[in-house]
């Protein structure tokens, strides 16, 4: 069955390190999005992806970056963790642009910045 | 800019007792509306999309309706395995790709 995967689970890094979160898709799904989950923030889009060597920011994206170098892959790395990016991420995908398709979402990542 | 707010923000309930989720939203020409459940430690499962007012989809004991400005999620008779917290998501008509703007959920807990 197709699914979509993020590693780590769970994450402790410390202030100022570089850390990539993981998502990995076999729906072969053009779109893919990066989320934060925050109490009184609800989802919030940080990066999405169209498709190959396509990315754009969403409306969190300072202090990350995302690159797709294939279909399946759509890496999230934190430049310099800082404590505000304690959060949960999730990782979605979802069929091509033009219509209205739902989005399916990993199991998430929990990170904790020290 | 688009906003969805969710209420109540936590709902109890007893096994079999119904009630209804409330979402409203603004947006600049919706493209679809969407429902989500989300269980502790998971990521979000999509249950219905809504694309127009009048619209009502059903699942289980999980009814969805649309009007203009807002959409219910109506759980009927419910059971202990439907806690969990329910998002709701909207999608604009201008939105660059699949872009959602979600609310900030409403948790519902049901005791047997």
């Known amino acids: 069955d197709a699914e979509i995967t993020q590693s780590p689970r769970h994450k402790i890094t410390e202030t100022g390190r570089q850390v990539t979160l993981a998502c990995h898709q076999t729906w072969n799904h053009n779109n893919m999005f990066w989320y934060r989950q925050d109490l009184g923030h609800g989802l919030r889009l940080i990066h999405y992806?169209?498709?190959?060597?396509?990315?754009n920011k969403g409306e969190v994206s300072d202090g990350y970056s995302v690159s797709r170098s294939n279909t399946e892959d759509l890496p999230l790395t934190l430049e310099s963790a800082a404590s505000s990016q304690t959060s949960v991420y999730f990782c979605?995908?979802?069929?091509?642009?033009?219509?209205?398709?739902?989005?399916?979402f990993g199991p998430g990542t929990r990170l904790t910045v020290t | 800019e688009d906003q969805v707010t969710q209420s109540p923000e936590a709902l109890r309930l007893q096994e079999g007792e119904s009630s209804s989720l409330n979402c409203s939203y603004t947006?600049?020409?919706?493209?679809?509306l969407f429902w989500y459940r989300q269980d502790p430690g998971k990521g979000p499962e999509f249950l219905f999309t809504l694309y127009s007012a009048g619209e009502e989809k059903e699942k289980e004991r999980l009814k969805a309706t649309l009007t203009k400005k807002e959409s219910f999620l109506h759980i009927t008779a419910p059971k202990p395995e439907d806690s969990a917290t329910y998002l709701c998501a909207v999608q604009a008509l201008k939105a660059a790709g699949n872009k959602l703007t979600f609310g900030g959920g409403t948790r519902v807990l049901v005791k047997p």
């Open positions: 947006v600049s020409g919706l493209r679809g």
């Open positions: 992806s169209y498709g190959v060597q396509d990315t």
């Open positions: 979605a995908s979802s069929r091509g642009a033009g219509a209205t398709y739902e989005q399916y």
